[in-house]
């Protein structure tokens, strides 16, 4: 089942797998009486229906080729780019633990998952409120360190086979991770799509390593 998401503006981002674009751009053609034109740029790809509804892909793979304005539907740009095969690295943090691995074609093949308490927030006031604020903030710096040492471990080495790397989980953490120098040559191969993952485990990876492949399309009816 499609992943759909609402987007600021009004419309919503559904996650299609590449194998399945094919037949849902047929649907959306058939539901709003047919495709009037294909705009292809290098970084967007859009589908615009008879009746004004657009379908709208931003590149996330390098440029789409052939560029242009084409009557009716038009696919060739984007399955070419979706169905090509892709290397990915995976991060996928949020503050109780984290997920890091290289993806082949939607299949993890590396990878390493830790996790580390960090307790929830204290509702008590005074004194045991800002020791306990205090001893949460060391957790998570302890837990956010070994998620920074475990990126550069694991991904550093290979970044150079890398078509992209697909971040996952909390942004706040990803911040974090992102601010360490060690880690600036992964997060200039980032995405910029983050997908909403749960406490970051081996299985969130693997299904984490499918989504990365997936296209997301933003519909406006």
Do not use: Y
């Not at 967007?44 to 379908?55: E, H, I, P």
């Not at 943090?93 to 890091?100: A, N, P």
């Not at 485990?201 to 406006?220: G, K």
């Amino acid at each position: 089942m499609s992943k759909v998401r609402p987007v600021s503006g009004g419309g919503r981002a559904v996650e299609v797998e590449p194998e399945r674009l094919d037949g849902w751009f047929s649907r959306f053609a058939a539901r709003h009486g047919g495709v009037l034109r294909t705009s292809v740029s290098a970084s967007s790809f859009v589908v615009t229906a008879v009746d004004g509804a657009s379908a709208a892909v931003a590149s996330a793979f390098g440029d789409f080729t052939p560029a242009g304005d084409f009557e009716g539907l038009v696919l060739e740009p984007l399955l070419s780019q979706a169905l090509a095969s892709r290397r990915i690295g995976l991060v996928l943090v949020r503050l109780g633990g984290h997920s890091i691995g290289v993806a082949v074609d939607g299949s993890v093949v590396t990878s390493t998952t830790d996790s580390r308490q960090v307790h929830g927030r204290n509702k008590a006031g005074g004194w045991s409120q800002q020791r306990f604020a205090r001893r949460r903030e060391g957790q998570a710096r302890v837990a956010l360190a070994a998620a920074a040492d475990d990126v550069a471990r694991v991904l550093l080495p290979v970044l150079g086979s890398l078509d992209a790397v697909v971040l996952g989980g909390d942004r706040q953490a990803l911040d974090v991770l992102r601010a360490d120098r060690r880690l600036a040559p992964v997060f200039a191969l980032a995405s910029p799509r983050v997908l909403d993952v749960p406490e970051p485990r081996r299985a969130v990876l693997d299904e984490a390593a499918r989504r990365a492949r997936a296209v997301e399309i933003v519909v406006r009816d």
